[in-house]
């Protein structure tokens, strides 16, 4: 689903969106799954801020224990897209930063970046983990 920064930074919408995700997802993620965003655009003098609200169950294996269990994800990312390279480098330092020459962005592109960045890989707690599970896993 691809995003027209410099319209929607005119025409804010707060629409709810679900999108499928199935190409790219950390190999912990145990099957394709449906995340539900919402965004908007901030319009700045030289960038464009979008804001995406990202919210979805993510079917994880965790990478302790090796159980299936679905993480309650919550995700709020805010993204300067630049038009241009020098734009996008004075910035780089204090914002999130993407360059992007036409302002169109891939909204799954940008889902599947954070999800990189933001799934847990494992249970929170050691606690939470399949005990029976941890205890083969150790014995081997
Ligand atoms: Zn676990």
Excluded at 22 to 39: A, G, S
Excluded at 53 to 80: D, T
Aim: proline letters at 4%.
């Amino acid at each position: 689903m691809k995003i027209d920064i410099k319209r929607k930074g005119q025409h804010n919408i707060n629409q709810r969106f679900t999108v499928h995700l199935d190409e790219r997802l950390p190999f912990y993620v145990d099957k394709p799954f449906d995340i539900e965003f919402t965004y908007h655009v901030d319009v700045h003098p030289d960038y464009y801020i979008l804001h995406v609200e990202e919210k979805g169950n993510v079917p994880l294996v965790c990478q302790r224990c090796a159980e299936e269990w679905l993480y309650e994800y919550h995700h709020h990312s805010e993204i300067a897209v630049c038009g241009q390279e020098q734009t996008a480098e004075k910035y780089q330092n204090s914002l999130d930063v993407i360059v992007c020459p036409d302002l169109i962005v891939d909204i799954k592109d940008v889902l599947v970046d954070n999800l990189h960045l933001f799934l847990p890989k494992k249970h929170e707690k050691i606690d939470q983990c399949n005990q029976d599970q941890l205890k083969l896993i150790q014995n081997d």
